[in-house]
Nanobody
Framework: VQLVESGGGLVQPGGSLRLSCAASGFTFSSYAMGWYRQAPGKERELVAIISHAGVNRNYADSVKGRFTISRDNAKNTLYLQMNNLKPEDTAVYYC?????WGQGTQVTVSS
């Protein structure tokens, strides 16, 4: 199993980013997937999860209305669209298919 995140970077408050997670080594369309994040000095926390077919989605309260999780099962790719970013969204973002993790991609929100 391999999960490779991309799309992180430095963005100003109020800006947007789209993260991608390219998955391989398993039948992507058969598994629920999630995005987590870990800020410096804090525990890793769930950001959003999506069911295997993309029908059901759940979000952390802190990102509801700003972030959207989606997937393209034909491309074996998971996405996280992040809008109206805030400094408190600064963290390393990880793609997850239990028990596997990607290497993470850094998101920094700063003016």
């Amino acid at each position: 199993v391999q999960l490779v995140e991309s799309g992180g970077g430095l963005v100003q408050p109020g800006g947007s980013l789209r993260l991608s997670c390219a998955a391989s080594g398993f039948t992507f369309s058969s598994y629920a997937m999630g995005w987590y994040r870990q800020a410096p000095g804090k525990e890793r926390e769930l950001v959003a999860i999506i069911s295997h077919a993309g029908v059901n989605r759940n979000y952390a309260d802190s990102v509801k209305g700003r972030f959207t999780i989606s997937r393209d099962n034909a491309k074996n790719t998971l996405y996280l669209q992040m809008n109206n970013l805030k400094p408190e969204d600064t963290a390393v973002y990880y793609c997850n298919r239990p028990p596997y993790w990607g290497q993470g991609t850094q998101v920094t929100v700063s003016s």
